[in-house]
């Protein structure tokens, strides 16, 4: 059951039929009670990119529409660059969740992750110190020993801003 403002006036009414001083103190004890039972409304879940603009530009809390409205102008003058476009593409297919972002706030979408491993199943690609380089293989670097280390779990983009030839041998890390 949805416990939002109409199920909250359903419950209250129920008490606007006792008459009476005593039944008050019971009326907004329950009321209380029920407002702690109301449903939040759920943080939306957006790309990285997106979120990333949202920040850059101090969205938080700002009317929606009139984001959504500015950036729509721009992007028909054709002031947007690269990114803001990819921003209103996005916003474009999903303006629900953009209105919601700013209204509630948002988590950010988790990039999938990837091993890049050859087909005897060992590491081929780590990253170190921020940087991704290439793993010297030895037959002790198992993928079953080493899996869960984050230093062998890549972007696509990590992996492709290496080397591109290296996607061929990316595979999905599942948790």
Do not use: C
Not at 55 to 75: K, V
Not at 90 to 112: C, H, M, S, T
């Amino acid at each position: 059951m949805k416990k939002d403002k109409e199920w909250l006036k359903k419950e209250i009414e129920e008490y606007l039929a006792y008459e009476g001083v005593r039944y008050a103190r019971i009326a907004l004890e329950s009321v209380l009670g029920y407002i702690d039972q109301l449903d939040e409304p759920e943080k939306v879940v957006i790309p990285k990119f997106v979120a990333e603009w949202i920040d850059a530009h101090n969205l938080h809390g700002n009317n929606p529409l009139r984001e959504y409205r500015d950036l729509e102008i721009d992007f028909n003058e054709g002031w947007t660059d690269e990114k803001d476009a990819a921003v209103y593409h996005w916003v474009n297919k999903n303006p629900y969740a953009f209105i919601d972002a700013l209204r509630y706030g948002y988590e950010v979408e988790k990039e999938q992750k990837y091993h890049v491993v050859n087909k005897e199943n060992y590491f081929m690609l780590r990253k170190y110190d921020g940087l991704v380089d290439v793993l010297r293989v030895s037959s002790s670097m198992s993928r079953d020993e080493y899996g869960k280390d984050t230093s062998f779990m890549l972007t696509e983009k990590e992996i492709k801003g290496y080397d591109e030839r290296y996607w061929a041998f990316a595979q999905e890390v599942t948790e």
